[in-house]
């Protein structure tokens, strides 16, 4: 009898490999401390112009860990290329529904075909260029109506905290996984 008939169960509780919750609470100390540093420097950052704005430069590290199935360097790449897509869709549904709202349609129509229309984009492009539209597209897209109304003269100050959440984060804490395993590896080897 084939594999395929056997009862799958699921499991409520996993027991982690060994090592692997050590690191995550390395990359969590990594990113408690960037929020650190940034709710410091916020008071002193401008509040106008190009500055880092909090959800894109955080949200990138909340995607880059979703993403399991794949190597840490295309999950940096993933997260990065899908996020900025997913800002510029965001950008686009803003646009679009500023121009459809000034032909007379309602504000819920005006908003709604746009918004339709790119997630059937990102929804049948995926198998051809997953790394531009993916699943972060769809968090950034729709994450990116937090602040609709900002999302257009802000849209530099986005693109600038998609990127600098990506290099610090999701590097920082892809080199501190990888250091840790090259460690353990190391401890391995010696016992």
Not at 68 to 88: D, M, P
Not at 121 to 148: A, E, H, K, W
Request: aromatic fraction near 12%; hydrophobic fraction near 50%.
């Amino acid at each position: 009898m084939s594999n395929s008939n056997e009862k799958k169960t699921i499991k409520l509780f996993h027991k982690p490999p060994k090592g692997k919750l050590k690191a995550l609470m390395l990359v969590f100390m990594w990113v408690a401390l960037w929020n650190i540093i940034y709710q410091v420097l916020h008071g002193v950052m401008p509040h106008e112009g190009l500055r880092v704005i909090n959800w894109p430069f955080f949200i990138s590290v909340a995607v880059f860990f979703l993403q399991e199935e794949l190597s840490y360097k295309e999950r940096f790449w993933y997260t990065l290329c899908g996020g900025g897509v997913g800002l510029i869709f965001a950008a686009a549904v803003s646009l679009s529904a500023k121009a459809l709202m000034g032909l007379g349609h309602s504000h819920l129509a005006a908003v709604c075909l746009p918004l339709v229309i790119i997630i059937g984009v990102l929804i049948l492009t995926r198998p051809y260029i997953p790394m531009f539209f993916n699943d972060v597209g769809f968090v950034y897209l729709i994450c990116s109506f937090i602040q609709s109304d900002r999302i257009i003269t802000d849209f530099p100050s986005h693109m600038l905290s998609l990127v600098l959440g990506s290099i610090i984060l999701n590097l920082g804490a892809s080199g501190i996984i990888l250091l840790y395993r090259k460690s353990a590896m190391k401890k391995n080897k010696e016992s």
